[in-house]
Nanobody, 115 residues
Framework: QVQLVESGGGLVQPGGSLRLSCAAS????????MDWYRQAPGKQRELVAS???????NYRESVKGRFTISRDNAKNTVYLQMNSLKPEDTAVYYC?????????WGQGTQVTVSS
């Protein structure tokens, strides 16, 4: 059974930083692309960043240069380092993996950027 557990969200002032973590179990972590999505109130869920098994990364345009996705295969964990946070980054952030054609999601962690 695949499980994804996010942590690290919270309230931060504009310009601040947070690091999200997602611990995976029940999946051969090293062979899958891992993603971070986010969903703001009243909006569709959107892809924020991805990292392949080989370490190649991809970001949505609005977070390029501010967010960094990384993975530690020994710990079965993927991270999202978020710097220079803006109010528009406020959302619930979800970890995601697609395994054998099925999508798996974590429970989400709230990130609120506000003064």
């Amino acid at each position: 059974q695949v499980q994804l557990v996010e942590s690290g969200g919270g309230l931060v002032q504009p310009g601040g930083s947070l690091r999200l973590s997602c611990a995976a179990s029940g999946v051969i972590f090293t062979i899958y692309t891992m993603d971070w999505y986010r969903q703001a109130p009243g909006k569709q869920r959107e892809l924020v960043a991805s990292i392949t098994s080989g370490g190649s990364t991809n970001y949505r345009e609005s977070v390029k240069g501010r967010f960094t996705i990384s993975r530690d295969n020994a710990k079965n964990t993927v991270y999202l380092q978020m710097n220079s946070l803006k109010p528009e980054d406020t959302a619930v952030y979800y970890c995601h993996v697609r395994r054998r054609g099925l999508d798996y999601w974590g429970q989400g962690t709230q990130v609120t950027v506000s003064s």
